[in-house]
């Protein structure tokens, strides 16, 4: 079957940086995306990998190693409006997309 | 009318009773796609569309039906709704090709008693 696996929750101070781990299962890989989405919202894009290594946009990065069925997305200089969830998708062997259940992320001043 | 519109916000609705979903799209893309995203489970695709005139069936399409008459329009509908499709559904839409970044509409609260 196809799994993505990532922590439930995670708590991090403002100011501070934190990284969300994605590990994944799928049939077949066409890229990694992760999303944000605040609570009652709908999810936004973040950052797209589709080759090993780090991608940096901002205050965000997001890292991909394959072999490993592996991804984190760092995020840096934490504000509070960072608080949200944030989701890791796999696109597979069918282009679709395999969410994984998102992490919520609380950030505590 | 900017990006995905879905309607309505939220709704009540009996057990056995008939509901469609509303989604629009002026982004003239391609693909677009219906998910519920339930509490501790991550978003599940029920149905999609690749291009006007066509559809496909998801993860969990039992007791939903799409239809795609249209670039911009991908109604969802509940034949006759049951208390498991309690849920927030999301229309979302991409342009298609490689890098199919998704674009999601606000969703819709539905509770079925």
């Known amino acids: 079957g196809q799994n993505i696996d990532q922590p439930t929750e995670m708590t991090a101070t403002e100011g501070a940086i934190v990284q969300i781990n994605c590990t994944y299962q799928?049939?077949?890989?066409?890229?990694l995306f992760w999303y944000q989405q605040h609570a009652g919202e709908a999810p936004t894009f973040l950052s797209y990998?589709?080759l090993d290594g780090l991608e940096e946009k901002g205050r965000f990065s997001s890292f991909l190693s394959r072999s490993k069925g592996y991804s984190y997305l760092l995020l840096k200089e934490l504000q509070m409006k960072d608080s949200a969830s944030y989701l890791c998708?796999?696109?597979?062997?069918?282009?679709?997309?395999?969410w994984g259940a998102g992490t919520k992320l609380i950030i505590k001043p | 009318i900017a990006g995905i519109t879905q309607a309505p916000t939220s709704q009540i609705l009996a057990a056995g009773r008939r509901m469609t979903l509303r989604c629009t799209q002026d982004?003239?893309?391609?693909?677009m796609y219906w998910y519920r995203q339930d509490l501790g489970l991550g978003l599940r695709l029920i149905h999609y569309?690749?291009?006007?005139?066509?559809?496909g069936k998801g993860e969990v399409p039992d007791g939903y039906s799409v239809s795609r008459a249209n670039t911009d329009d991908f109604p969802l509908t509940l034949a006759s709704a049951v208390p498991s499709q309690t849920s927030v559904y999301f229309c979302?839409?991409?342009?298609?090709?490689?890098?199919?970044?998704?674009?999601f509409g606000p969703g819709t609260r539905l509770t079925v008693l």
């Open positions: 979302a839409s991409s342009a298609g090709g490689a890098y199919n970044e998704q674009f």
């Open positions: 982004m003239r893309h391609n693909a």
């Open positions: 569309s690749n291009t006007a005139g066509t559809t």
């Open positions: 799928t049939s077949g890989f066409n890229g």
């Open positions: 990998n589709v």
């Open positions: 998708a796999v696109r597979d062997s069918n282009y679709q997309l395999i």
